[in-house]
């Protein structure tokens, strides 16, 4: 038991293996850049095993590293769940809650419900992740994360939020005044379209449904982006048909700037879930969070 690293030296590798870099891992435990670096370099050290590598530009994990952080993830779970529930018993919940989510969810939760749950909860901090990316939350660390519905894991708890969500295709009244607007799905292959390049690299396909029958379409492009509301402002500037959140284009739909097409194949759908592991006590900064978001965005 001698031997065993200090709790803090595991708790920085970890904060460094979470963000991936020294600079950030650094200014969330609070020390300097130069001190963590020595800290891990003194893990090492002890262990007498390799567990980043490091250059100039970046830090990954070594297989050591990896299996490392796998073995020491549910012991932190376990730690954080005790201060959790301590907390809890003084009243008040106290600590950080990491949530990974995308762009315009993570702007949501800014704008309805974080504001107000820091001033609730003055001893709680909140990590708000954005990534367009399907991460795995518990091997990297967060508390909860935020997708479609039909994108959460199965083994995990959700929790729906902000009612159904509609994606639409839209154009500019200009574009579709040298353009017939299209009457069915299959018609895009004749149109401008703004693509939409996903986080893996592949384009967006195009989903449509009408009386239960769902249909996929993989459009043209003159344009492709990766940001919902640069492509309705592309779509409103007559550059092509975007197929976006109604959210998104809500204002430029109601300005006259952008108008509906084929909008009897653009039904709601299940909308946004936050989602957590189910297997093992909620956190009581968790369990705050989502009581506000049900206030704030009920489903």
Known sequence: MTNSPPLPDL?????VARHRSFSRAAEEIGVSRSALSHT???????????LLNRTTRSVALTEDGADLLARLLPVLGDLDEIFADLA??????RGTLRINAPDQAARLLMRHVVPDFLALHPRMQVDLSIDGRFVDIVTQGFDAGVRLAEAVPQDMIAVPFAGPLRFVAV??????????????????????CIRQRLPGGSFYQWEFERDGRAETVDVPGVL???????????????????????????????????????EPFCPPSPGLCLYYPGRRHVPAGLRAFITLLKQRLPD
Request: glycine share 4%; hydrophobic share 50%.
């Open 11 to 15: 708790l920085a590798f970890a904060a």
């Open 40 to 50: 891990l370099r003194t893990l090492e050290q002890r262990l007498q095993l390799r």
């Open 88 to 93: 809890e018993q003084r009243g008040e919940p």
């Open 171 to 192: 154009a500019a009244p200009a574009y579709l005044a040298q353009h017939p607007a299209p009457h069915v799905p299959a018609d895009l292959a004749a149109h401008r």
């Open 224 to 262: 492709t982006l990766n940001n919902n509301p640069l492509m309705a402002e592309a779509a409103a500037a007559g550059l092509g048909i975007a197929y976006v959140p109604e959210t998104v284009a809500r204002d430029a739909l109601e300005a006259g700037r952008l108008q509906l097409v084929l």
